[in-house]
């Protein structure tokens, strides 16, 4: 029987400073001589595969149910386990609990930077997704973070560090305070001592100091801010089928012009551009007419095929009369400039029934219609005759009339059969 020990040693940040401060456990191991030769042990490979580091590192062998602590560099993980860190343990067939030890670097990861003039608080944060990671930084005596603040911090976006990872002089500013409704104002990640900065506010805003100056490493205050010049509007009338691209807000600074357009189909009626005065739009709204209203309506029918735009709009028709009426035209009408051309009309069928029966015509029927245009032949009942005009040399029994849009055509040989024969 023998003894023997081996350390176990780790770094210990303390004082929140570069010091470091090397802990080490010393970790005794009670050995059987007998079995020393024979007890089965795990191999750990040695040196690690790239992005593979292990604890502890000072030994390649262990022995049953001994674990060893596999950890992945900024950009690597456990392809299997989606871990930075992973626990291994020695089993007594000389195999790890785990085969899948090594780390493979992941896409979209961010490696961990250099820290010019400081040093990394805190890498990769471990068991999380390292394209999503955080890291945290610190700076050496005489500097600060680029982006403020005592400590500096940058996320990971799609392999990228969000923020600049770096120290500058404490004796100069980093970027300028987000100052609102300014235009044009640098973004510069450095600016020196003393150095000063114009900023120039948006059209409708002014500001009484323009000017902002970098003070030993601070930005005086207080900030320039940019107030809206005279009284703000309320938002600007809206119109139906009227686009107007502009943000949306509570209130509209003086100056600040509205520009309408009609959607396609439509047209605008007045002023296409208002601005704000002192609490109002200059002019009254304008208003957006389809270019082509609604096609005009027939009595006594309806349009039946049509065409569209690709907005919808109607631009041409054909129509058709009810049962018995005739359209006085056939064909289609398009609107041409907006305006529609004149409909055809249904012309009114009439009704040969209202002559009676005292009329003395033959087999006349209830109801019986003759259609516009129509022409149609009356017979006289069988006795009677139909005398025509005074002078006339010869009597007849056929009258022959035709339908006008509901009234019948017959001249001077009204239908009415009244003399019999001698």
């Not at 041409?336 to 087999?363: H, M, V």
């Amino acid at each position: 029987m023998f003894y023997s020990f081996y350390f176990h040693c780790i770094y210990h940040l303390i004082n929140m400073k570069s010091s470091l401060t090397l802990l080490c456990l010393v970790v005794w191991v009670n050995v059987d001589a007998s079995s020393a030769q024979t007890e089965v042990k795990c191999n750990v490979s040695l040196p690690p595969t790239r992005g593979t580091s292990y604890t502890p590192a000072d030994r390649n062998l262990f022995l049953p149910d001994e674990r060893v602590t596999v950890t992945c560099d900024s950009g690597f993980w456990n392809f299997f386990s989606r871990q930075t860190e992973n626990t291994i343990t020695c089993k007594e067939d000389g195999k790890w609990s785990s085969s899948t030890t090594d780390c493979e670097q992941i896409e979209g990861a961010c490696i961990n930077p250099t820290v010019m003039n400081g040093f990394l608080v805190q890498s990769n944060e471990r068991n999380v997704d390292p394209r999503k990671s955080k890291i945290y930084f610190s700076c050496n005596e005489g500097f600060k973070p680029s982006t403020g603040g005592w400590w500096g911090e940058a996320t990971c976006t799609e392999g990228t560090w969000s923020g600049i990872v770096e120290c500058i002089d404490k004796s100069q500013c980093g970027r300028i305070p987000v100052i609102p409704n300014t235009r044009k104002v640098p973004h510069s990640e450095v600016y020196n001592n003393e150095q000063t900065v114009t900023i120039d506010c948006k059209v409708g805003y002014t500001s009484e100091t323009k000017t902002i100056k970098c003070k030993d490493g601070e930005w005086q205050t207080p900030l320039p801010a940019c107030r809206p010049q005279g009284v703000p509007c309320d938002p600007p009338p809206k119109v139906e089928n009227a686009i107007v691209k502009i943000p949306y807000k509570n209130k509209y600074i003086k100056g600040f012009e509205v520009n309408y357009e009609c959607r396609k189909s439509f047209e605008i009626e007045g002023h296409k551009k208002l601005t704000c005065e002192n609490g109002s739009w200059t002019t009254p709204p304008p208003t957006c007419k389809p270019s082509c209203p609604d096609p005009p309506p027939i009595t006594n029918g309806d349009f039946t095929k049509e065409k569209r735009d690709v907005e919808g709009v109607i631009t041409e028709v054909s129509y058709q009369c009810s049962r018995q009426y005739t359209l006085s035209f056939t064909g289609s009408i398009r609107c041409l400039n907006g305006k529609w051309p004149s409909p055809p009309k249904c012309l009114r069928p009439c009704e040969i029934s209202t002559f009676d029966a005292e009329y003395n015509l033959q087999n006349l029927p209830k109801k019986d219609y003759s259609a516009h245009g129509e022409k149609k032949t009356l017979h006289c009942k069988e006795g009677y005759y139909h005398k025509l005009k005074r002078y006339s040399p010869w009597n007849i029994e056929e009258i022959e009339v035709k339908c006008d849009d509901g009234e019948l055509q017959y001249g001077e040989h009204i239908p009415i059969c009244s003399h019999r024969y001698s």
